[in-house]
């Protein structure tokens, strides 16, 4: 076995199922293996951005490691973004990147790809992942492979492997499997306690979930959770999407100011708020009516417990969910609940399209076919999904980068086989929605719905009086032919209602809607978020 294959052999029993690439000379040899060996699928897409989104979106969706394989310099620093999105956001993602050879430093000229020196790109992604290696010795990579995966899989975040082109095809020995977690038994149990406590005492407890759920594999059970602790359960906005499928009382998204008053009163008027995995971002949080006090909310999240000035530090989030679970039975009650209602039944006439008008004819296409898995970018997209009945969804709700969801799309259905809904805005496609053209060769059919007005619309509603907002008309639905897909650009609520049975009922092909919205005409969530986040930044009077 060769250092390339123990490396592809570790990654796949450590969770991988896919590697997205784009490659390059310093990553040929070891793209020829991958190739070549078949340990794991390769897909390559056009532009490294969307290899990183891909490769997020595929760790995200399926709760597992992800690889996202690149050269060195050009495509490894191209990358810089995604890889940024996936540590904030918490996703285990593995950069492969190719790199020098030992001996191509001494000729005393610079190296091609080379930024200040050599080392350079080791030390750029110090920053944004949580471990790193460079396989220049054989004899120490197994251990080193295991320790940097082990790291990835246990604070769910990006880690760099640096694989120098002249080791790829080195003998190398096997990659130990991971050890077990080790947790303080006795640390575990008084947390637990604490917790149970804590959610007996209080009046109305609420139990909010957020990314690291799904991160670590417990959607399955923290909704058994709360189902014997008769707990309601609200997800956070980064967390939009848990629980789709389960028999948990989610009673909605919480946003703040943005969201329904019924939610909002819920969360911020718990005596017993336990934040499950939640990551204290502004997004989560930055428009709340009422401040929660952090101080006598349950924090379990980065593997430690906080429970007002009472920390447990090194409590795994799945460990604690395991011993929660051993402490509870059946409930006493089944509790009761209002699931959230989600607008349906469109009316198709020759109305201009508003945002909620694509979530309404969203709701009543799944009504009819079912659920699909979304992918969404940020904008206007990502709020009106928002309004869209409750099912898997992959966005960048913290980071907030843009060009996320047409590759992040593809890398759902290549991880899931599912076909993906895909939410994106005229700026954000005109960054990466040509990553589309990639869909033929793996038979990738998303349902792709552009949200175009011509606009960077959400910065305008901080700063309309800024000209540089406003976008041209690409024409991007006559584009999708020369793409490999099928494109229809639709002005009214009967067009878009035609369009989205169209969609649905073509196969084998990605299908472009690109829906025609007048400028300044936003979603009802997003006018609470912006409504919201003005009020709270305006000068204090008196």
């Known amino acids: 076995m060769n250092l390339t294959e123990s490396l592809l052999h570790a990654f796949k029993a450590n969770g991988a199922r896919q590697i997205f690439g784009i490659p390059g ?10 190739e070549e060996s ?4 390769l897909f390559t897409l056009s532009h490294e951005p969307g290899v990183g989104f891909a490769a997020d979106a595929a760790a995200r969706i399926e709760g597992a490691l992800a690889v996202a394989a690149v050269t060195y310099g050009a495509g490894a620093l191209n990358m810089i973004n995604s890889v940024a999105a996936a540590y904030a956001e918490k996703v285990p993602l593995v950069v492969l990147s190719g790199g020098p050879g030992k001996g191509e430093s001494r000729s005393g000229l610079l190296l091609h790809h080379q930024a200040k020196t050599l080392d350079s790109q080791f030390r750029i992604f110090e920053e944004i992942t949580c471990d790193r290696v460079r396989l220049d010795d054989a004899a120490r990579a197994p251990a080193d492979i295991a320790r940097v995966l082990g790291n ?9 492997i640096e694989l120098p082109r002249d080791m790829v095809a080195v003998p ?16 575990l149990a008084a947390c637990a306690d604490e917790v149970l406590k804590r959610l007996a005492a209080a009046e109305r407890p609420v139990l909010m979930v957020d990314v690291e759920v799904r991160r670590y594999g417990l959607e399955a059970k923290v909704a058994e959770l709360a189902r014997r602790l008769a707990l309601p359960v609200a997800t956070c906005f980064m967390g939009r999407g848990l629980l789709a499928d389960s028999d948990a009382a989610l009673v909605g998204t919480y946003m703040g100011m943005a969201g329904l008053p019924e939610v909002t009163q819920l969360v911020e008027n718990s005596d017993g708020l336990f934040l499950l995995g939640v990551i204290l971002s502004d997004t989560n949080f930055a428009v709340s009516a009422k401040k929660i006090d952090l101080r006598k909310t349950i924090v379990a999240c980065d593997g430690s417990v906080r429970l007002g000035y009472h920390v447990y530090p090194e409590i795994p989030l799945a460990a604690l969910v395991d ?13 009761a609940f209002a699931p959230p209602h989600y607008p349906r039944g469109l009316v198709a006439d020759d109305a201009p399209i508003a945002p909620n008008d694509i979530a309404t004819a969203v709701n009543d296409l799944m009504a009819a076919h079912g659920k699909l898995p979304i992918a969404s970018d940020m904008g206007d997209c990502l709020f009106t999904a928002m309004d869209i009945e409750h099912t898997a969804l992959v966005a960048p709700g913290y980071y907030a980068t843009m060009g996320y969801g047409v590759p992040a799309g593809l890398g759902l259905q290549a991880a899931t086989g599912q076909r993906p809904l895909i939410l994106v805005g005229d700026g954000a496609f005109q960054m990466t929605g040509w990553e589309l053209g990639n869909c033929r060769r793996y038979g990738w059919d998303p349902i792709v719905l552009l949200f175009n007005n011509a606009s960077w619309e959400m910065l305008r509603t901080f700063q309309p009086e800024s000209a540089f907002n406003n976008l041209d008309d690409w024409g991007f639905a006559s584009m999708a032919a020369g793409l490999g897909g099928d494109g229809v650009r639709v002005h009214t609520r009967r067009e878009l209602q035609a369009a989205l049975a169209q969609a649905a009922a073509t196969r084998g092909r990605f299908q472009l809607v690109e829906i025609m919205i007048p400028r300044g005409v936003l979603s009802q969530t997003l006018q609470r978020f912006v409504a919201g986040v003005k009020r709270l930044n305006a000068p204090k009077q008196g």
């Open 25 to 34: 000379d310093f990553a040929l040899p070891f793209f020829r293996i991958i």
């Open 38 to 41: 078949r340990i794991l699928p």
């Open 152 to 160: 990835c899989l246990k604070h769910s975040r990006p880690v760099y």
């Open 172 to 187: 190398c020995a096997e990659v130990p499997p991971l050890p077990a977690p080790e947790v303080d038994a006795e640390a």
């Open 323 to 335: 011993a929660l679970l051993e402490r509870t039975g059946e409930p006493a009650r089944r509790l």
